[in-house]
């Protein structure tokens, strides 16, 4: 098993918490107090993060709210990782940026996700293959997340479409689950907003793991994502608010919500 995917293990099982708490620190939405400050997104995840620590098994921050305010940004989502490592070192991080690329572009980005800023894991788009993928699934030290069934309303223009009489989202899974797989290090993106496609996963999958957008603000189930995402360890999901908790007036108190929910359903 990948050293990285053994880290979120370990930390679930230390505080008892399948909670992923999503950094998207867009900075119109941030308080206030932190906005005229000189490092605004790291003051604030550094707030979040503290406050929620206690209750999480990873932070996922999504590159994109960083990567809008340029060379500002990116060094905020540096030092949040800084922070994060000095701090936090056993919390699991996920690089949410959802790349995807030729296998010589992806070596950049490998470079860039993994030993620059020093993410864990990262998501992928599986479109390109194995081949495109390979620098990423290499990496056996970290994590691949693949996208496969994803939460957003319109994920079945292109997901529910039959290869041999299979959706695509089933394709994938099956591929990554057989054939991608092969240094233990992968995981798959499944969204919360579709429980009965993930029960279908878990069943094709084993004990995968995934990591499951789609609660709070998108509308998913927490007991329908538990009940069809749980492996047989009764983990096996990571499930991640963004908004639902980093926007709220009590941060750890919704973190905690969260984390309580999940394991009343465990």
């Avoid at 399948?18 to 941030?30: I, N, P, Q």
């Avoid at 495109?132 to 319109?154: H, M, Q, W, Y």
């Avoid at 479409?161 to 695509?168: E, N, S, T």
């Avoid at 094709?204 to 492996?231: H, R, S, Y």
Wanted: with cysteine; charged share 25%.
């Amino acid at each position: 098993m990948s050293p990285a995917k053994e880290k979120y293990n370990t930390r679930a099982k230390k505080v008892d918490s399948l909670v992923c708490v999503g950094l998207d620190s867009e900075l119109e939405k941030t308080p206030e107090q932190f906005k005229n400050l000189e490092r605004p997104q790291f003051e604030f995840n550094k707030w979040i993060i503290d406050q929620t620590a206690e209750f999480a098994a990873a932070f996922k921050p999504n590159i994109a709210f960083y990567e809008a305010r340029g060379d500002a940004g990116m060094q905020d989502l540096k030092m949040t990782m800084e922070y994060l490592q000095k701090n936090y070192a056993d919390i699991f991080t996920i690089c949410d940026a959802k790349r995807a690329d030729i296998g010589n572009t992806n070596n950049g980005y490998v470079v860039s996700i993994f030993d620059w800023l020093g993410f864990d894991a990262i998501t992928l788009h599986p479109y390109l293959g194995k081949e495109a993928l390979k620098p990423f699934l290499d990496r056996e030290d970290k994590v691949s997340i693949i996208l496969c069934r994803t939460s957003n309303p319109g994920a079945g223009e292109l997901q529910d479409l039959k290869v041999d009489g299979k959706p695509v989202w089933q394709v994938v899974a099956e591929k990554v689950n057989s054939d991608w797989n092969y240094n233990h290090n992968c995981m798959l993106v499944v969204g919360a907003t579709y429980p009965k496609e993930m029960a279908q996963i878990r069943s094709a999958v084993g004990e995968i793991t995934f990591l499951v957008p789609g609660i709070g603000a998108q509308g998913g189930d927490v007991e329908a994502t538990v009940k069809a995402g749980l492996n047989s360890e009764k983990s096996g999901i990571i499930i991640n608010s963004s908004r639902g908790i980093i926007f709220a007036e009590n941060p750890a108190e919704e973190a905690k919500k969260l984390r309580d929910e999940i394991n009343k359903f465990r």
